[in-house]
């Protein structure tokens, strides 16, 4: 039993990194580009709870793409910066599916 919680509290713990750390992520490409930070801020700006609902799936969608388009641009000019991003958001999704 208290294997089990301890295990709980590890994974838990463990997600709450991998957030933190695509939270951390999220937050230096919008601080780096303005396209993206325009994006950002649009989406979250004046809108009611309702239409944020409606409309979150095109929101992640456009947000996605831009960061990739900056990431792409920025990726010519800082190579090695946008290999670890992408190292890190690889071993985020493999923490987060071959939890034990």
Known sequence: MAQGVKRIGRAFGETMISIGALGALLAT?????????????????????????????????????VVMMAARDHGLEHGPVVLFAVAAVVLVVLMLTLRT
Not at 29 to 55: A, P, Y
């Open 29 to 65: 490409i919008v601080l780096i580009d303005d396209r993206v930070r325009e994006q950002v801020s649009m989406r979250f700006s004046g809108r009611t709870v309702s239409d944020e609902l409606h409309s979150a799936g095109v929101y992640a969608r456009e947000i996605g793409h």
